[in-house]
């Protein structure tokens, strides 16, 4: 019993923690911009560079971690990127920053894999829904991350003693909770092992949901910050309060998804979230205020939270699938789009302007709403 407790705590703070990063990330982006001496464009590039390794390792999850097991692969992942963070404040290049970007993306994109893997064993072991309360801590490391970096920012505190702090407190917490994580379940020799087969409908569909969602988050992530600065005039700490305001409802989104999924049903919930997740982008699309931005990123983030956690639980589910192989797919879809939107979102922004990289976002969800409403049956799950 001890065990199983272990376990689910170990998982939600390990969550946290490779979150936290990101919340990190994301306000530190204009110092970086500044660091590297480059425009929109080079710092779309990082987020290419940071995506194409993601995609390769996730490509080959299943068999990586079958070999170490999700719990090693949590662990050396972590770890290896508390380390790298210790270099990226010295580097002024921006194709020496790429390199190491896509190193990052390398390890990033197994542990994504990994602790959804842990994730949904647990969840299966335990019999309820528990993935949105799981992710609920990933938006909450982003939250506290982009929090505690914007005040960070407000003290003029540098960026290589931000990192140093960070690292020292992170990078043991990495390797201790991992340590609690629980064996990997038994998998069937009769379900599909690898991506490459052809992919039932729900778990189709269930990938593209996840993308246009994870469109939005890695849009808010990547270009919140300079959506703030440059079209707002925010400054100091407020460059960081969209981030804040949309991981808030994040978190509050998603540690009542599990209950009102159970409630409402699938269908009707998916309905709900994305129809705030239009509201939400036209608010900031429409206004460029501080006002409006609280506003309009908060209701964005309700409605976000809980459809990629909604698609890691199903796809962990499907039968004849292997668990590990329907999460590589959701994280592909989730991971990969998570961080090159962004990339092909600086063209947006280097032609027109911050304010309409998340246009393109609205129309993706008013479409989305079609197959939704033709395939009810496949989500009253």
């Known amino acids: 019993m001890i065990k199983k407790f272990d376990d689910i705590i170990a998982c939600r703070f390990l969550f946290f923690i490779i979150s936290f990063y990101i919340g990190f990330w994301t306000i530190r982006i204009p110092t970086i911009k500044d660091q590297l001496s480059t425009d929109y464009m080079g710092v779309s590039y990082t ?74 064993q647990i969840e299966k072991r335990e019999g309820r829904s528990m993935m949105s309360g799981f992710h609920a801590f990933f938006s909450l490391g982003i939250l506290a991350g982009s929090f505690i970096t914007s005040f960070f ?16 407190v992170m990078l043991p917490l990495s390797f201790i909770f991992a340590n609690f994580l629980d064996n990997d379940e038994t998998v069937s020799e009769n379900n599909k092992s690898n991506i490459f087969f052809m992919w039932p409908l729900i778990l189709f569909f269930l990938a593209i949901l996840s993308m ?8 808010v992530d990547a270009w919140a910050a300079l959506y703030m600065r440059d079209i707002v005039g925010a400054k100091g700490f407020t460059i960081g309060i969209a981030t804040i305001s949309f991981n808030l409802f994040m978190v509050i989104g998603r540690l009542i998804g599990d209950n009102l999924r159970d409630r409402l049903g699938v269908h009707s919930f998916l309905i709900i979230l994305i129809s705030l997740c239009i509201a939400g982008l036209l608010i900031i699309f429409i206004y460029s205020s501080i006002v409006s931005s609280i506003i309009g990123f908060g209701v964005l983030g309700l409605g976000a939270s809980s459809i990629v956690p909604l698609a890691y639980s199903i796809a962990g589910k499907i039968k004849g699938v292997d668990s590990a192989v329907g999460i590589t797919i959701i994280s592909i879809s989730v991971y990969g789009i998570f961080m090159i939107a962004p990339g092909l979102m600086g063209f947006i922004a280097q ?31």
């Open 212 to 219: 246009t969602d994870a469109l939005t988050e890695g849009g």
């Open 351 to 381: 032609s027109f302007g911050v304010n309409y990289v998340f246009s393109p976002i609205i129309i993706l969800f008013v479409i989305i709403l079609i197959p939704i409403i033709i395939f009810k049956k496949k989500f009253n799950v």
């Open 47 to 120: 987020f290419i560079t940071f995506a194409i390794g993601s995609i390769i390792t996730m490509l080959f999850a299943s068999n990586i971690i079958k070999k170490l097991s999700s719990k090693k692969t949590v662990m050396y992942a972590g770890v290896t990127q508390g380390f790298l963070w210790l270099v990226i404040p010295f580097i002024t290049e921006l194709y020496f920053f790429m390199f190491f970007a896509f190193i990052f993306g390398c390890c990033y994109g197994i542990y994504e894999v990994a602790i959804n893997l842990q994730a949904s």
């Open 153 to 168: 920012l407000e003290w003029q505190i540098s960026f290589f003693i931000n990192t140093l702090i960070y690292v020292i």
